[in-house]
């Protein structure tokens, strides 16, 4: 069992920054990746950033690419997503994901644990 706890939302002004942070507990033996996915009111939820949990390679959307860094601390089991030059189309709700599963780190549906997200809001 995995569980994950997102932490750092807040509301900022455009051009600020934020960083969240996931917590990571349980048995994560097997744990592929984890990627950062975010949910506008009325949209889908979409992936923004994935970081492997052994090589620590990453992956970005295009919409967030130069602006945010995924990161992740091995002693503390957490994945940090560190967001500079925030814009208003960045207001979502952010939550962390887990896969056991190799695939599209884009594809909800590979996804075994998921956080309960944590809001971040943008203003102009």
């Known amino acids: 069992e995995v569980r994950l706890v997102e932490s750092g939302g807040d509301s900022v002004q455009a051009g600020g920054s934020l960083n969240l942070s996931c917590t990571l507990s349980g048995d994560l033996f097997g744990l592929k990746f984890m990627t950062w996915f975010r949910q506008a009111p009325g949209k889908e939820r979409e992936a923004v950033a994935m970081i492997f949990r052994d090589a620590g390679y990453t992956h970005y959307d295009d919409s967030v690419q130069g602006r945010f860094t995924i990161s992740q601390d091995t002693a503390k089991n957490t994945v940090s997503l560190q967001m500079n030059s925030l814009k208003p189309d960045d207001t979502a709700i952010y939550s962390c994901?887990?896969?056991?599963?190799?695939?599209?780190?884009?594809?909800?549906?590979?996804?075994?644990?998921w956080g309960q997200g944590t809001q971040v809001t943008v203003s102009s």
């Open positions: 994901a887990a896969t056991m599963s190799w695939g599209s780190w884009r594809n909800r549906d590979l996804y075994n644990y």
